[in-house]
């Protein structure tokens, strides 16, 4: 699954490293599962991960500034993910970023329906 997610057209990722360890990293992609709420040009955030022992040290803060600058100079209006309801502490690093809850979706984690948020933020040119 990780090497058709590496090749797949319209993905970026974006690779953030201590000394030559890498330690989170986040990934954009080409997406048309909301055109029906975001009308214009979307990317979506799918994957922003940060290792536990590495969390607090503004690595997801540039993960995220990585993200907002490659949407903005791709000129997408903008950037959408999906998270976990029950994410408290993922959701409020979104809001952070001016994210809101623009809907819901049903994710399957094995036999277990779980709804996941989804949030938007639109991106300034």
């Known amino acids: 699954k990780l090497a058709n997610e590496l090749t ?3 993905s ?6 201590e000394g030559t360890e890498p330690v989170g990293y986040a990934r954009v992609r080409l997406s048309d599962e909301v055109k029906d709420h975001l009308t214009e040009s979307a990317l979506e955030l799918q994957r922003i991960y940060v290792d536990g022992a590495h969390q607090g040290k503004k690595i997801g803060v ?8 490659y949407a903005r100079q791709h000129k ?3 950037l959408w993910l999906g998270v976990w309801e029950k994410n408290f502490k993922a959701q409020k690093f979104y809001r952070q970023w001016g994210f809101e809850k623009f809907g819901e979706h049903i994710f399957q984690m094995g036999d277990d329906p779980q709804t996941d948020w989804l ?3 639109r991106i300034d040119t």
Request: hydrophobic content about 45%.
């Open 8 to 10: 797949e057209s319209g």
């Open 62 to 69: 540039n993960l995220m500034k990585a993200c907002l600058d």
């Open 12 to 17: 970026r990722y974006f690779i953030a490293e």
């Open 76 to 78: 997408f209006r903008w």
């Open 119 to 121: 949030m938007k933020k």
